[in-house]
């Protein structure tokens, strides 16, 4: 009897309401609890070695869970993608892009079937094997239960995103009662290494509550 293979797990395909969206246009959606690998820093991502240094950190990890899960018989599961928290004490930095003062938590989501003790090995496991990533002191396991959430498909530059968050926060929200709640969050579907800039697919999501 020929055994039927079971397929890697990939979260966006798993969660497809929160990965794979299609609306190009706000939408409201409950998103479920889930579990990440994250590193916290500040600074512009696009020059600070701290965002550079945080990024190599959470995918040296994550390939280590998933090797150690695939090695030690167990399912295997595709990377998901890279995402990231973004706030600030003054939200004006954003609308004027002033990246420099911008604060954020860089994640990558981890199955649920992987236990805190595996993701915990797993870091260490990757210190002893990476030494020259500074980062890979700071990962540590980040739970977030968002809830009801606004989010959209965006398609394009990241630098792009602005009018539609204006719509959120000016139309969409006060005329559906609701407000801002937790931080900004985007999930990059995109390499921006390999994908040019108006090909970028990025989830962009804001937890909201009731006015």
Avoid at 66 to 75: A, D, H, L, M, V
Avoid at 114 to 120: K, L, M, P, R
Avoid at 149 to 156: K, R, T
Avoid at 183 to 205: I, N, Q, S
Wanted: net charge neutral.
């Amino acid at each position: 009897m020929t055994e039927v293979a079971t397929a890697p797990y990939d979260v966006k395909r798993e969660l497809r309401a929160v990965y794979a969206p299609k609306n190009r246009d706000w939408e409201t959606l409950v998103v479920p609890p889930q579990r990440f690998l994250a590193v916290d820093g500040s600074g512009n991502p696009n020059t600070a070695p701290a965002y550079v240094e945080a990024v190599e950190a959470l995918y040296a990890v994550s390939y280590t869970v998933k090797f150690t899960s695939k090695r030690g018989g167990g399912r295997d599961l595709v990377v998901g993608p890279l995402e990231g928290l973004w706030y600030a004490d003054d939200a004006s930095v954003f609308s004027a892009r002033d990246k420099a003062a911008w604060s954020w938590t860089m994640l990558i989501s981890q199955p649920d079937w992987v236990s805190d003790g595996a993701i915990e090995e797993a870091i260490t496991a990757a210190r002893g094997k990476k030494k020259t990533l500074p980062a890979l002191d700071r990962v540590r396991i980040e739970r977030l239960d968002e809830g009801l959430c606004a989010q959209l498909l965006h398609v394009g530059s990241y630098d792009d995103e602005a009018p539609a968050l204006a719509r959120l926060h000016g139309e969409v929200l006060p005329q559906a009662g609701l407000r801002e709640r937790g931080r900004h969050h985007e999930v990059y579907l995109g390499d921006p290494r390999r994908v040019a800039p108006e090909k970028l697919k990025t989830v962009v999501r804001q937890p909201v509550s009731p006015a």
